[in-house]
């Protein structure tokens, strides 16, 4: 679960510099620096180096990008596009997506993301 990481100043609260919010549900942190980051509950996975994670999802829905992964931008446009699409489209594309027997390396990253995005929308549907 990720918990907003506030620090306080004169005209209230300000989210952690740390943390960009590029909207509710898709924030973008450097993972190395999580664990110094009061308020964000994050385990690292052992088989991969946290600079090579491209992304995580909490149970909460909140989706956190690490900056310092390579796709990082391609990460954050592509994800935030996803967002605005609607529900039926994105599992017509996984539909469309399940029909291709061997996908290149960007055919399964994009689908991979579209499963990302409808499972950070059923995470979120669960916490309503």
């Given at each position: 679960?990720?918990?907003?990481?506030f620090?306080?100043?004169e005209?209230?609260?300000?989210?952690?510099?740390?943390?960009e919010v590029i909207n509710?549900?898709l924030w973008?942190?450097?993972f190395?620096?999580?664990?110094y980051?009061?308020?964000?509950?994050?385990k690292p996975d052992?088989?991969?180096p946290?600079?090579m994670e491209p992304?995580r999802?909490?149970e909460?829905g909140l989706?956190?990008?690490?900056?310092?992964h390579?796709?990082?931008?391609l990460?954050?446009?592509?994800?935030q596009?996803?967002a605005?699409k609607?529900?039926?489209?994105?599992?017509k594309e996984?539909?469309r997506?399940?029909?291709?027997?061997?996908?290149?390396?960007?055919?399964?990253?994009?689908y991979?993301?579209i499963?990302?995005?409808?499972?950070?929308r059923?995470?979120?549907k669960?916490k309503?």
């Amino acid at each position: 679960m990720v918990f907003l990481s506030f620090r306080k100043k004169e005209k209230g609260l300000v989210m952690n510099k740390n943390i960009e919010v590029i909207n509710d549900n898709l924030w973008a942190v450097k993972f190395s620096l999580i664990p110094y980051i009061p308020g964000i509950d994050y385990k690292p996975d052992t088989t991969i180096p946290a600079f090579m994670e491209p992304c995580r999802l909490a149970e909460d829905g909140l989706l956190l990008l690490n900056k310092e992964h390579q796709n990082y931008s391609l990460l954050k446009d592509s994800f935030q596009k996803l967002a605005k699409k609607n529900y039926t489209w994105l599992k017509k594309e996984v539909k469309r997506g399940s029909r291709i027997r061997s996908k290149n390396e960007v055919q399964t990253f994009y689908y991979n993301m579209i499963h990302i995005e409808l499972e950070r929308r059923e995470k979120l549907k669960r916490k309503r």
